[in-house]
């Protein structure tokens, strides 16, 4: 992507940064100019011997770094007549754009509250769908753009706008914050346009800095290749990584990438909370954790820049929550967990004192009317969904299968794998009733996984526990204990 004639060229793509009045006009002019901190804490934690410092981009007027190219998008399609009074603006995003209507299922509820009180209108799609199918958000904003008169998409994966945003600005504000002495930046990956901005202005005015990007595993961003082959199909952390490569990425401009994990970023956003006071959100978390790892190469008196993309306020009930963090194994425990007492001795064993209750599956091409015949015969009100490889494809409920006949969202004749839970929890054979017993608090059922003899990189299913399951077994045994003292 060519960013065209100089900034001084007035007829170029390029704007020029504006100093902050004291009063505002509006909360648009809130975004940019945001805080370089220094990190302290953690940098002497690592034992770092460069200066570490962090873009604090959740301190623009939205919360995240997307308030700049939003803004940039709607200003560049308005003064090129694309964008007109009464126009409807769609967007596919993971919420931070700014004015977008479309989210990805895995995104924060937080987010898709926020965007409601903005007046948006939200449609959540599947995190499953492949970029390019008509399911994804991205299939789904086009689809909409053929069907609403007087819409557009501004499509951030695509927008030079978005890159130019941060070639104008965010790296400019770099520039100057640090006098020019920077010798290595550390950003996330999502469309690319961060990245790919500021890095295109800090190699023309930096000779020799060092770029790093930062992309979760299970996404296919980073170079080489074999950096994203891995066993993670899916990952929590919200706005970086994708399945397909969008345009305004220039990885050309990035001289080394570093693969992240949940675990790692969840905790290492928890600490920046903790131990710098700064109010950020999951993929924060994410670039820091890269930044440390990138940064152990420099020496003293060098500088690393890395940037923070949003605000905590989009994840409340996400990572800052024990008990989400628990549930998805990024702690060992609660810290209000209690050493079990005489009458919850059960928490200590295993999922395995349970009866084993092996659930009968489906296969994914199996109707909708089959499924209601088969949990009928067999007396059943959910039911796992496996490939002809036995890989667990969601979960099928009576519920959800009733609500989706009765909406018309499907038909009988529609195979079962279009009414299905495709996040549900699952432990493995190791995990403790008291694990299962905080799960089922939230979830109808929890999957047991066991390594398949045949495959040992590969789970099968061990069995299905659900919340009468596992009061069954609490009062059977209290019965005999009580029986037995008799």
Request: glycine residues 8%.
């Amino acid at each position: 992507m060519e960013f065209g004639p100089s900034r001084d060229d007035p007829s170029g793509p390029h704007a020029r940064q504006e100093l902050k009045p004291k009063i505002l006009p509006n909360i648009l002019h809130n975004i940019g100019n945001t805080p370089l901190v220094r990190i302290n804490k953690i940098a002497e934690e690592e034992g770092l011997e460069c200066e570490l410092l962090a873009k604090c981009e959740f301190f623009n007027s939205g919360g995240s770094v997307k308030d700049r190219i939003a803004r940039r998008m709607v200003e560049d399609a308005e003064r090129d007549g694309r964008l007109k009074p009464g126009s409807v603006i769609i967007e596919p995003t993971s919420g931070n754009t700014g004015m977008p209507a479309w989210l990805c299922g895995n995104m924060s509820q937080e987010k898709v509250d926020v965007l409601r009180a903005l007046g948006a209108e939200i449609i959540r799609t599947p995190t499953e769908a492949a970029f390019d199918s008509p399911e994804s958000h991205i299939g789904v904003a086009n689809r909409l753009n053929k069907e609403i008169p007087n819409s557009i998409i501004l499509d951030q994966y695509s927008n030079p706008g978005n890159p130019l945003a941060h070639y104008d600005g965010t790296a400019e504000e770099i520039l100057e914050a640090c006098d020019g002495k920077i010798d290595m930046l550390v950003a996330g990956a999502g469309t690319g346009g961060t990245i790919s901005g500021i890095a295109r202005k800090l190699k023309e005015k930096v000779p020799g800095i060092q770029i790093v990007g930062v992309d979760p595993e299970g996404s296919i961003l980073a170079q080489p290749e074999e950096l994203n082959k891995t066993d993670v199909t899916g990952y929590q952390v919200e706005g970086i990584g994708y399945d397909f490569i969008p345009r305004v990425l220039d990885r050309n401009v990035i001289d080394k990438w570093v693969k992240t994990r949940d675990r790692e970023a969840f905790r290492m956003s928890r600490r920046l909370i903790r131990s710098e006071g700064l109010l950020c959100g999951g993929s924060s978390g994410t670039a820091m954790w890269a930044a440390v790892e990138a940064a152990r190469s420099l020496k003293k008196g060098q500088r690393c820049v890395v940037m923070l993309p949003d605000s905590v306020r989009n994840y409340m009930t996400k990572f800052l929550s024990d008990e989400w963090m628990y549930q998805h194994q990024f702690i060992e425990q609660p810290p209000d967990e209690q050493v079990p007492t005489e009458e919850d001795w059960w928490t200590s064993l295993s999922v395995t004192a349970l009866p084993q209750k092996f659930p009968m599956t489906l296969l994914p091409t199996v109707t909708c009317g089959e499924t209601i015949e088969i949990l009928h015969r067999e007396g059943f009100d959910q039911m796992p969904v496996v490939s002809e490889t036995g890989q667990v494809l969601g979960m099928m409920t009576e519920g959800n299968l009733m609500s989706m006949l009765v909406k018309k969202r499907v038909t009988k004749d529609d195979p079962v794998s279009k009414v299905l839970y495709k996040s549900f929890k699952q432990v493995p054979t190791t995990a403790t009733l008291g694990r299962v017993s905080r799960l089922l608090d939230k979830e109808p059922f929890v999957l047991v996984m066991a390594a398949d003899e045949a495959d040992a990189s590969k789970e099968k299913i061990h069995s299905i526990v659900t919340r009468i399951d596992l009061l069954n077994f609490i009062m059977k045994s209290d019965a005999s204990t009580r029986a037995a003292k008799q």
